[in-house]
């Protein structure tokens, strides 16, 4: 089932914990979108696990 979805994730950089939205219907992905708090490039890798559901990490531009 793909839909969007709130996820809370934990900035790489400064820390804070942010409520983002998730669209989860273009499958496995990776993109930008900047940390609402301290506007670092947080880099979202979205993948599928075997119940279909959309596993989110996040990382550091520079790791």
Avoid: N, W
């Avoid at 839909?3 to 934990?10: G, K, R």
């Amino acid at each position: 089932m793909h839909y969007q979805q709130e996820t809370l994730i934990q900035c790489p950089y400064c820390g804070e914990t942010l409520d983002v939205l998730i669209d989860g219907s273009s499958g496995p992905q990776s993109y930008y979108e900047d940390c609402s708090v301290c506007c670092a490039p947080i880099l979202f890798i979205l993948t599928e696990d075997e119940a279909g559901e959309i596993d989110v990490t996040v990382k550091r531009d520079d790791e």
